[in-house]
């Protein structure tokens, strides 16, 4: 894609997601195929992103250094742009590094590798929790009666590496809305584009999640549960809300890059 040295690129992809995810929050009833091509530029902008284009260098592995590693987070976050209909940023992870299993309450999303290499695992709940209709299986370790309440039954959708030359991996509102993000043999960065952002008091605050291992997978011979079997052939599996894990905090540093306004 030929470069516009006038518009910084990373302008151009606010401009674009602002007009995307705003046709796709007025889209009710309107013309399907426009959004689609709406969202297939955005998506052409987005894949051409580098880590240059944003001046950022990517970083390189340092051996450990103990304490003073254990202090810094193992993830930061470079803010870009913010509006109502999207929120623009940049998530810098350590060697080793990974953002739990955690969810966008009916949020879109884009994600983008500029240097390095992830791997995105990719959720989705499979309708209401557990209640009085549902029948969990029996899980290992045992869960405590009011944990079954946060129990979710889920899907695996994807479980996909991407590096600078991967497109974006996207989510929608009900497709992958669930992931978490390892970084794979080194430090990685990524832009991260959510329409709109998160935003509690609107229903959009952040969750996280554990996969939760069930007594089949742990050794019960499967033919004594084939419904649980079959489940696990689907790519069905179930999950456990849990607090932000403790070992994961996310730090903030200033964007590098071109100014951006939307």
Avoid at 142 to 149: C, H, K, R, V
Avoid at 212 to 230: F, R, S, W, Y
Wanted: aromatic share 6%; glycine share 8%; charged share 25%.
């Amino acid at each position: 894609m030929p470069r516009d040295n006038k518009t910084p690129l990373i302008q151009k992809i606010a401009k674009q997601a602002y007009i995307t995810f705003n046709g796709l929050k007025s889209s009710a009833g309107g013309d399907s195929k426009v959004v689609a091509d709406k969202l297939s530029e955005l998506i052409s902008v987005v894949t051409a992103v580098r880590a240059a284009d944003l001046k950022i260098a990517p970083r390189k592995t340092k051996p450990s250094s103990g304490a003073a590693e254990l202090q810094s987070p193992p993830v930061t976050y470079m803010h870009i742009c913010e509006t109502d209909v999207f929120s623009m940023g940049v998530f810098l992870l350590r060697t080793g590094a990974s953002i739990p299993l955690h969810d966008h309450p009916g949020m879109n999303g884009m994600l983008k590798v500029l240097y390095g290499k992830v791997s995105v695992r990719c959720f989705d709940k499979m309708g209401d929790n557990v209640n009085g209709s549902t029948v969990p299986p029996e899980f290992d370790p045992p869960l405590a009666p009011l944990q079954m309440g946060s129990v979710w039954r889920s899907v695996l959708r994807s479980d996909t590496e991407y590096s600078e030359t991967s497109g974006p991996c996207l989510l929608t509102p009900v497709r992958d809305n669930l992931h978490q993000i390892d970084a794979v043999e080194g430090p990685a960065a990524f832009l991260d584009i959510l329409a709109p952002p998160y935003n509690p008091d609107d229903g959009r605050d952040c969750h996280y999640y554990k996969v939760l291992q069930t007594v089949a997978e742990e050794g019960k011979d499967a033919k004594d549960n084939p419904e649980q079997q079959g489940e696990k052939e689907k790519g069905q599996t179930w999950l456990l809300e849990v607090p932000q894990p403790e070992d994961f905090w996310c730090g903030g540093e200033p964007y590098p890059g071109p100014a951006v306004s939307v």
